[in-house]
């Protein structure tokens, strides 16, 4: 049996004597949407720390968590700070939650991240829809012998992005008056911000926004069949598209702004799907 799925039935085996996730909704929360977290009522928090086998972030230790309880009368399993590539975590450490997730019977995902914006009608605050993504990190966490419990050798990501969910998503939000746009995201390693030239490439690619997570998560959700719904927030414009320096401070700024608005998204759709 493979070693990485050993790993993730301990992690999931000592999850399930604290938490009943199955049926759960599982939320991503990206940098700067993690207030959402403070909605979530009866919480169970399951520290990173206490899991076997299980990485911790080294940018928010404190905040390396899994949150259950329930959201609009629903349970979700919330994941308050994600795991980053660039943090030098091999990639099955970046997807291990995911695949937790999955074992714990969670049956949808969404995730959202803060991401620069590459389309010029998009301006910050955005809520952006992703419909495909463009793997540009340099690494796939599929990678390496199949995991044959998890899914298939060569799985097709045609619709990495579950479409019936997708448009179930974009019907909730025009209905709740959140206005929203779609678009191709696409994923860099970083953690250094793009250069002007990178973002040049990438509208050429046919992406509308950037960031530095999301896509091996969207990879590893599809590989095990959990359906994924994906939201990014476009925080600032990118490198090129404005003159403005790009700064985390700047990223969390404008999460703020649209705090509202996101919550209003994220809590209509876990009470609709």
Do not use: W
């Not at 927030?233 to 700047?250: D, L």
């Amino acid at each position: 049996m493979n070693g990485i799925y050993e790993h993730c039935m301990a992690a999931a085996d000592h999850i399930r004597k604290k938490i009943d996730a199955d049926g759960a909704i599982g939320i991503i929360l990206g940098s700067g949407l993690k207030k959402l977290s403070e909605e979530i009522t009866d919480p169970i928090i399951i520290n990173y720390q206490d899991i076997p086998y299980f990485p911790v972030s080294t940018l928010n230790p404190n905040d390396s968590r899994f949150i259950f309880g329930h959201l609009e009368g629903k349970k979700v399993l919330c994941i308050k700070t994600p795991l980053y590539y660039y943090e030098g975590f091999d990639m099955s450490d970046v997807v291990m939650p995911i695949r937790v997730m999955k074992l714990l019977g969670v049956k949808l995902l969404i995730i959202t991240n803060a991401a620069g914006g590459i389309n010029e009608s998009f301006k910050e605050g955005t809520l952006m829809f992703i419909d495909d993504f463009i793997n540009y990190m340099g690494d796939n966490p599929l990678r390496g012998p199949n995991i044959e419990e998890f899914g298939p050798r060569y799985p097709d990501m045609s619709k990495a992005i579950d479409p019936a969910y997708n448009a179930k998503a974009k019907k909730i939000a025009e209905d709740l008056g959140v206005k929203t746009k779609s678009g191709v995201y696409i994923g860099f390693q970083g953690p250094s911000f793009e250069t002007p030239a990178e973002i040049r490439f990438a509208r050429k690619a046919g992406a509308d926004a950037v960031g530095m997570s999301t896509v091996p998560e969207i990879i590893t959700a599809r590989h095990c069949g959990l359906p994924v719904i994906g939201i990014s927030c476009i925080s600032n414009m990118a490198a090129g598209i404005t003159e403005k320096i790009q700064t985390v401070e700047e990223v969390n700024e404008t999460t703020r702004n649209v705090e509202v608005q996101f919550k209003k998204l994220i809590m209509g759709l876990v009470e609709k799907l």
